[in-house]
């Protein structure tokens, strides 16, 4: 079946959830928002492209930090309302320059730093 | 510092995403949505439990099915509006009755299914 991106389901914003892990490891890096449009550029160009929705723009992921990820595999959920991309992430995938957005665990109702920001 | 529940960001539902993955394996097996005491429950119980957008009501994992979801780590990412759970997960986690709900791919523009229903 050819894929076609207007099928997916986004929400009243017109944005669906994106899910990045690390192609290698497993890890899970951080989750952020693609529109038809950045699905359609991921797609085309293999760099993981999503919606800033705070900026209202597309967002490249590492064109000014340099941590760009390379798109390896592009999955939809049954529901084709969640995308999972498996990547190759160039340094931190974080803002906080940590390797994952996921850092914080909870444990006996404590918050756990579990990653140190990347030198 | 101690786990507050409350000061996660829900979106205007009152929701925030929870990404499931496989404790062991790392795959990621679905997305689903909490409301506050979905989180609650979740942490209180060692069963994930989500909030089920169709049916309105909670939704823990499994409870029907049996296919149910044993948290192992629950965490929270930098911008506190997205979860990861890692969980000990029975059976298939799709209704499909895949593994993961994430079985399609999309591959030089056609869409490819990974896995087949368990049996």
Redesign the interface.
């Known amino acids: ?3 076609d991106p207007s099928r997916l389901k986004y929400d009243a914003a017109g944005l669906i ?1 994106a ?1 990045a ?1 690390d192609a290698d ?4 890096l ?2 952020a928002w693609m529109s038809e449009e950045a699905v359609r550029r991921t ?1 085309e160009s293999g760099r993981v492209t999503y919606w800033s929705r705070s900026r209202s723009d597309f967002w490249i992921k590492g064109e000014t930090s340099g941590n760009v990820q390379e798109l390896v ?7 084709r309302d ?1 995308l ?1 991309v498996t990547v190759r992430q160039t340094g931190p995938a ?3 320059n ?1 390797r994952s ?7 006996e ?3 756990v730093e ?1 990653m140190e920001p990347m030198s």
Chains 1, 2 share one sequence.
């Not at 490891?25 to 899970?28: D, K, L, Q, T, Y």
């Not at 595999?73 to 529901?79: E, G, K, L, P, T």
């Not at 957005?101 to 444990?107: D, G, M």
């Open positions: 079946m050819t894929f959830p899910i892990q490891s497993g890890e899970v951080m989750m797609l595999d592009f999955r939809v959920d049954c529901d969640c999972l974080c803002h906080t940590r957005c996921f850092y914080t665990a909870v444990r109702g404590e918050e579990l």
